[in-house]
């Protein structure tokens, strides 16, 4: 199963300073908008996103149909699919995207040692 792009998205507490932090080793504006409370950043091949107020621990999180560029790639495989794939392991899905829609949508799950994935897909 293709689960995307990868990042890690990080709760934080003041988002300009964050993103002052974060721009400070090196990272650059890959999305989002500070007025909103999010962006995301790179750093060559790492990359992360800052969420003020909308999350609240680190999530991994995955974004189907995108590449580490955040460009799209077709084909890949809906989150749909993966969601049913998962469940199909026997893998509980926490919040699950609704079936019989197309397009964006996300779920979440928690991995074995409680750590929350985000499976976001934008398109």
Do not use: C, K
């Not at 934080?12 to 993103?19: E, F, L, Q, W, Y």
């Not at 750093?43 to 909308?54: D, H, Q, R």
């Not at 964006?104 to 976001?120: A, E, K, Q, S, V």
């Amino acid at each position: 199963m293709d689960l995307g792009a990868f990042s890690i998205s990080l709760p934080v507490s003041d988002i300009r300073a964050s993103h002052a932090f974060y721009t400070a080793l090196g990272f650059t504006h890959l999305g989002g908008d500070l007025d909103q409370n999010w962006v995301v950043l790179r750093n060559g091949t790492t990359v992360i996103g800052l969420f003020e107020g909308m999350i609240d621990q680190p999530t991994l999180t995955f974004n189907p149909g995108w590449d580490a560029e955040a460009h799209e790639v077709d084909p890949f495989t809906d989150v749909r699919e993966i969601q049913r794939q998962l469940q199909a392991a026997g893998i509980v899905v926490e919040v699950d995207v609704e079936e019989g829609t197309t397009g964006p949508g996300y779920l979440t799950l928690r991995d074995p040692d409680g750590f929350p994935l985000l499976i976001d897909q934008h398109r």
